[in-house]
Nanobody, 120 residues
Framework: QVQLVESGGGLVQPGGSLTLSCVASTTTFSTFIMNWYRQSQGKERELVATITRHGDSTTYADSAKGRFTISRDNGKNAVYLQMNNLKSDDAGVYYC?????????????WGQGTQVVVSS
């Protein structure tokens, strides 16, 4: 079992920045693709950013491109989401997700989420 603990959410003004962190309790962190998801009020959970096992490739939702940066530190079992120029639409609960497929079977682990509020 993998436990994920997010932190770094909070209240920020439009145009401001936040960095979210997620720390995993596993010795096999580098075997997981890591994702950040967001669930805004009244909406389904959506994928915001993805980083590959060794951080050599990243992908972003269109809404996040150019403003958000996902990174990871496998030595610290951590993944980060740097969010700049935040907009009201960025508000929501951000979830860290660890994903891997073993023998064709997908395994997903989720954190408890961290709330981001964008408001003046």
């Amino acid at each position: 079992q993998v436990q994920l603990v997010e932190s770094g959410g909070g209240l920020v003004q439009p145009g401001g920045s936040l960095t979210l962190s997620c720390v995993a309790s596993t010795t096999t962190f580098s075997t997981f693709i890591m994702n950040w998801y967001r669930q805004s009020q009244g909406k389904e959970r959506e994928l915001v950013a993805t980083i590959t096992r060794h951080g050599d490739s990243t992908t972003y939702a269109d809404s996040a491109k150019g403003r958000f940066t996902i990174s990871r530190d496998n030595g610290k079992n951590a993944v980060y989401l740097q969010m700049n120029n935040l907009k009201s639409d960025d508000a929501g609960v951000y979830y860290c997700n660890a994903h891997r497929t073993t023998w064709g079977i997908p395994n997903d682990y989720w954190g408890q989420g961290t709330q981001v509020v964008v408001s003046s």
